[in-house]
T-cell receptor, first 112, second 112 residues
């Protein structure tokens, strides 16, 4: 099941700089997209979402961009902080939100 | 803040044995889910449950798996005859209408 893809397994960024995490999807029926953050030994934690009627959603240091024509979304974190170091999962679902699919995750390391 | 709780945190079982993984979703949530993550791999959707019945299930969720909401608070995943390849982290999640999934911290299942 490769409906949601995160092609970068890892990303390393210096503290204070921007982190950009990318995600691609193949199912054109997806219309709700989310980013989750996961620390070791914990479950994924919801971070930010965007519906298909928007192309940008911002929450503090976190901004998600959606490009529907390219079936691509990205998460920008600026400025990055060491506490942001975690695995970030992109997720997508259709309008019933009953079968959310996850990407493989990107491990972000923010170096002090 | 209310959270999804899962027990046990780690379950070790022998191949062929039955296991029951337990979850207490957030109390006012109506939609319930199980996901799993095999070590080093992506988070995979197993099943969603609403109004006392399965609403969606993946190809992973075969006849060896079942879910139940035996009372007003618990949501369980049963694996009838475990296989080595069932070893994974199992995450329970729940949500209210039009809201993101909230995940528990997972149960690590080890099948020996």
């Amino acid at each position: 099941d490769q409906q949601v893809k995160q092609n970068s397994p890892s990303l390393s960024v210096q503290e204070g700089r921007i982190s950009i995490l990318n995600c691609d999807y193949t199912n054109s029926m997806f219309d709700y997209f989310l980013w989750y953050k996961k620390y070791p030994a914990e479950g994924p934690t919801f971070l930010i979402s965007i519906s298909s009627i928007k192309d940008k959603n911002e929450d503090g240091r976190f901004t998600v961009f959606l490009n529907k024509s390219a079936k691509h979304l990205s998460l920008h974190i600026v400025p990055s902080q060491p506490g942001d170091s975690a695995v970030y999962f992109c997720a997508a679902s259709g309008d019933n939100n009953n079968d959310m699919r996850f990407g493989a995750g990107t491990r972000l390391t923010v170096k002090p | 803040e209310p959270e999804v709780t899962q027990t046990p945190s780690h379950q070790v079982t022998q191949m062929g044995q039955e296991v029951i993984l337990r979850c207490v979703p957030i109390s006012n949530h109506l939609y319930f889910y199980w996901y799993r993550q095999i070590l080093g791999q992506k988070v995979e959707f197993l099943v969603s449950f609403y109004n006392n019945e399965i609403s969606e299930k993946s190809e992973i969720f075969d006849d060896q798996f079942s879910v139940e909401r035996p009372d007003g608070s618990n949501f369980t995943l049963k694996i009838r005859s475990t296989k080595l390849e069932d070893s994974a982290m199992y995450f329970c999640a729940s949500r209210a209408d039009n809201s993101p999934l909230h995940f528990g911290n997972g149960t690590r299942l080890t099948v020996t």
